[in-house]
């Protein structure tokens, strides 16, 4: 089990860039692939991107695909979302877990408070 940190959200104007950081607890965090998650008020929690766990062949939703980059840092067991030309549509709550399968989906039930990201027109 992760336990799971999410920072680095706030307001910015479209067209800005923010960079969320998930720290995680534990020794095992290499063992995962992780993944960036974010849910709208009223809506379901979806899939933003992940990498997997020593890096390389990242993956990403098509909406964010050229916009969004993950990284990772496993020695600082931090995972990474750089997120540059925001758009009104990516205003959410951003969360980050471990993840699994194809298309990847959260491994573990336990979510973080996650990090407001809020992009204003």
């Known amino acids: 089990q992760l336990q799971q940190v999410e920072s680095g959200g706030g307001s910015v104007q479209a067209g800005g860039s923010l960079r969320l950081s998930c720290a995680t607890s534990?020794?095992?965090?290499?063992?995962?692939?992780m993944g960036w998650f974010r849910q709208i008020q009223g809506k379901e929690r979806e899939f933003v991107a992940s990498i997997p766990r020593s890096g390389g062949a990242t993956d990403y939703a098509d909406s964010v695909r050229g916009r969004f980059t993950i990284s990772r840092d496993n020695a600082k067991n931090t995972v990474y979302l750089e997120m540059n030309s925001l758009q009104p549509e990516d205003a959410a709550v951003y969360y980050c877990?471990?993840?699994?399968?194809?298309?990847?989906?959260?491994?573990?039930?336990?979510w973080g408070q996650g990090t407001q990201v809020t992009v204003s027109s």
């Open positions: 877990n471990a993840v699994v399968g194809s298309p990847p989906m959260a491994l573990f039930s336990a």
């Open positions: 534990g020794r095992t965090f290499g063992h995962f692939a």
